[in-house]
């Protein structure tokens, strides 16, 4: 069965502080009739530092999109190998044992995707799959999880690299001057993370099952206004209230494989906020501890999108794990309003896999589908 491994982590250089934050929302936005609920909102992030891509200063500029995203390309390209050789090195594979690349990213454009420059310079086959996801915002990372795990599903044996890149700094617009905008730019940072879906071996979370939920007449709450700009976020008020709405959703994906989604061992969800933690602790009944990884990633990093989820996993793995066994819930949420949850139990290498009922097992699931044709496996190793 499919185990999603240690991610690698990366963050850039440039550090600004929560207070640095304040001070130059205090500047920028003196005259902003509401300027005091945005200082308090930005207050009550817990976000106490973020990395930025580039400097302060230069961040606040905006030469125009071409040159955004030549920036978001030139950085990507300089960062991303990096995370990729610690990801590979961290799942004992090379370049070569990968079979599909799911790259994700909201935050920069580029055709062909990053995921052709990967295969291209880096050292991967070229009969290596590409699923570039651009779309799903800070969800992806769920999503990424999700059909890497389908993928080792349909072709067992098979691995997946995963991408996420982040660099919310790139979509700062200085004129958007709703208190939604003001609090995301007190909120989001930059990050980088890969980790890989080994279809054999490896230690981590053995994925069981993945399922997706998207809240009707919610597609206006998380957007982006695409203009001459670049993208410009739109962040509705009602956002932090989506826990009520996405909490019954873990449980009822949850229900139906007799696992109880408030009695699991291990929790690594995305921290769009602290609203959102502090809500899914009181609608599945748990203690604020349990989200732990995810909020530290929240106070040291900011909302990082699509890398919040590999951020809080990697807190997971750097505090020891958890016990061979042990059934946990990783769930991404982004736009649409969407939810990509995964349900997984954790696997040590070497030791006897067992299935969420405790026995051996002998199968994956999926392996009861019919076997795979020779031209069905067309690129994916033996």
């Known amino acids: 069965m499919a185990t999603l491994c240690r991610p690698a982590i990366a963050v850039p250089e440039h550090v600004i502080t929560r207070e640095e934050t304040l001070e130059l929302a205090r500047q920028l936005h003196a005259g902003h009739p509401q300027l005091g609920l945005a ?8 976000v106490q530092t973020r990395r930025l891509v580039r400097p302060i200063e230069e961040t606040l500029e905006h030469p125009g999109f071409t040159a955004r995203n030549a920036v978001y390309e030139e950085e990507a390209k300089a960062r991303v190998p990096d995370v990729v050789r610690r ?3 961290l799942a004992q594979l090379a370049p070569p044992d990968i079979d599909m690349i799911v790259y994700v990213s909201c935050t920069g454009f580029m055709m062909p995707s990053m995921t052709a420059w990967i295969i291209n310079n880096l050292g991967f086959r070229p009969e290596t799959r590409q699923l570039p996801i651009a779309q799903l915002g800070c969800a992806a990372g769920g999503a990424a999880i999700n059909r890497a795990h389908d993928f080792c599903t349909a072709y067992p044996g098979a691995n997946v690299l995963i991408v996420a890149c982040e660099f919310c700094s790139l979509c700062y617009q200085p004129a958007d001057l709703a208190v939604g905008n003001l609090l995301s730019n007190g909120l989001f940072g930059d990050a980088l993370a890969a ?3 080994r279809g054999e071996g490896g230690t981590g979370v053995r994925l069981e099952r993945n399922g997706s939920h998207l809240v009707p007449g919610t597609e206006d709450w998380i957007s982006y206004a695409v203009r001459d700009t670049g993208f ?3 962040l509705d008020k009602r956002v932090p209230k989506t826990m009520a709405m996405l909490a019954p959703a873990m449980r009822d994906m949850a229900a139906p494989h007799d696992w109880d989604v ?4 291990f929790y690594v969800v995305h921290a769009g906020g602290p609203r959102i933690l502090d809500d899914l602790s009181h609608y599945l009944g748990l203690p604020a501890e349990m989200f732990r990884y995810s909020r530290a ?14 951020d809080a996993l990697e807190r997971l793995f750097e505090e020891g794990g958890a016990h061979h066994g042990a059934r946990g819930v990783i769930a991404g949420f982004g736009p649409g309003i969407t939810a990509e949850i995964t349900l997984g139990t954790w ?7 067992t299935s969420a009922a405790g026995t051996p097992e002998a199968r994956a699931p999926g392996a009861e589908l019919p076997t795979q044709t020779p031209a069905l496996q067309g690129g994916v190793r033996g």
């Open 347 to 353: 696997s040590d290498a070497g030791r006897e896999p």
């Open 262 to 265: 408030s009695g699991l061992d």
């Open 87 to 89: 990801a590979l090195d």
């Open 232 to 234: 410009h976020f739109l």
């Open 195 to 197: 980790a890989v879906v």
């Open 39 to 46: 200082l308090r909102l930005i207050g009550n992030t817990g």
């Open 297 to 310: 990633t929240l106070t040291e990093r900011g909302n990082i999108a699509s890398a919040v989820i590999f």
